[in-house]
């Protein structure tokens, strides 16, 4: 079957597949598969059976084409393909409810280099890495997931992704309500905390600004009664997110001011981290070069206190969507240079290195 031919069929088999005529589609889809020798074709016959066979409930199946439709993207060697296969092999291992396999893949498809698809894809891949999160009750990483899809649904003015995410929201919610009533019965205060901060969390994200504050205000009442020092940062850094989007900037700095001196108390860097890119984006904004520079620098500092960067090239882990590469050692790499660097030993520990895993 030809290129010409098989485009036909593939319209064919839309056709009947709208028309709810599903097994005769399917049919026609697998015919298809069966005798087309053309490599685009094929793919994208492989995404209609991998959306047919999601939308029935046939998750296996769907895990089944996914797999070949990875396959024939190799093949055809082209970046945009890949990563839709692979945000493919992601949906259907979280229809299956295999979370860490769903963000394993989905890490693979931030991993990608920069692609045309990118754009359009990018919420997805946030969506669903949001309900593997979710599926594993690990709340803050959803939440950060489900805002990067909503950010996503927002510049890409794409309302059917903006009302798949509303929905992940709301089972978000519904968890986080349940753990809520179970903390409240049992009189665990870090949990009553834990999900007061998701509630403002979830509130900040839909722009409910007057009902995230008072959460906030609650959460970190308890951080402080239970002496939760880090969970103090947490509810400061949501408080200055509320006040930068009512553009209220200095006081936004004065609660990164609060978080950024009991972080330092802590000596959590991953929370200064965050709080110097937060400064830096407000005194961009106000056009304060002196400060803006100062938190730059500080910024850097945090990022080489933390080794996050790679210790081949130098360059910063996270800046660009790079791919990496853990070794036994657990110390992390771009893979390229790993790839370029052509030892079996770490670079850093000089320990021979078995097959490496990837992140």
Not at 51 to 75: N, P
Not at 193 to 213: K, M, P, Q, V
Not at 245 to 251: H, T
Request: proline share 2%; hydrophobic share 35%; aromatic share 6%.
């Amino acid at each position: 079957m030809g290129q010409d031919q098989t485009k036909q069929q593939i319209e064919k088999g839309l056709q009947l597949y709208q028309s709810n005529q599903t097994e005769k589609a399917l049919q026609v889809w697998t015919k298809v598969l069966e005798k087309s020798s053309d490599l685009m074709g094929r793919f994208r016959v492989l995404g209609c059976l991998v959306t047919a066979h999601s939308e029935m409930g046939r998750y296996k199946e769907m895990l089944k084409f996914a797999v070949v439709q990875i396959d024939t993207a190799r093949e055809l060697e082209d970046a945009d393909f890949l990563l839709e296969s692979y945000l493919n092999l992601a949906r259907s291992n979280e229809k299956l409810c295999e979370f860490h396999k769903t963000i394993s893949y989905c890490k693979t498809c931030l991993g990608l280099p920069g692609t045309r698809a990118g754009a359009q894809l990018g919420g997805q891949v946030s969506l669903s890495m949001g309900n593997a999160f979710l599926g594993l009750s690990v709340f803050q990483k959803a939440l950060e997931s489900f805002e990067k899809a909503l950010r996503y649904a927002h510049n890409n003015d794409d309302a059917m992704l903006e009302c798949r995410v509303c929905c992940s929201l709301g089972s978000f919610y519904a968890q986080v309500k349940e753990s809520m009533k179970i903390a409240l019965q049992h009189g665990d205060r870090p949990l009553q905390a834990l999900c007061l901060l998701c509630f403002a969390d979830i509130h900040r994200s839909r722009g409910d600004l007057e009902t995230a504050f008072p959460r906030y205000d609650s959460a970190m009442s308890i951080m402080t009664e239970i002496g939760n020092r880090l969970g103090q940062v947490q509810a400061l850094l949501g408080v200055a997110k509320c006040w930068v989007a009512r553009k209220a900037l200095d006081k936004a700095l004065d609660a990164i001011e609060r978080a950024q001196d009991l972080a330092e108390e802590v000596g959590n860097k991953l929370s200064q981290l965050k709080l110097h890119c937060l400064s830096e984006s407000i005194y961009r904004s106000k056009g304060l070069q002196r400060e803006l520079r100062a938190h730059v620098v500080r910024f850097h500092e945090c990022v080489e206190e933390m080794e996050l960067y790679c210790g081949l090239c130098g360059e910063s882990i996270g800046e660009k969507n790079s791919r990496l590469q853990a070794l036994p050692c657990s110390h992390i790499f771009h893979l390229r240079c790993l790839q370029n660097n052509g030892t079996r030993s770490c670079p850093n520990c000089r320990r021979s290195s078995m097959k490496p895993g990837f992140v």
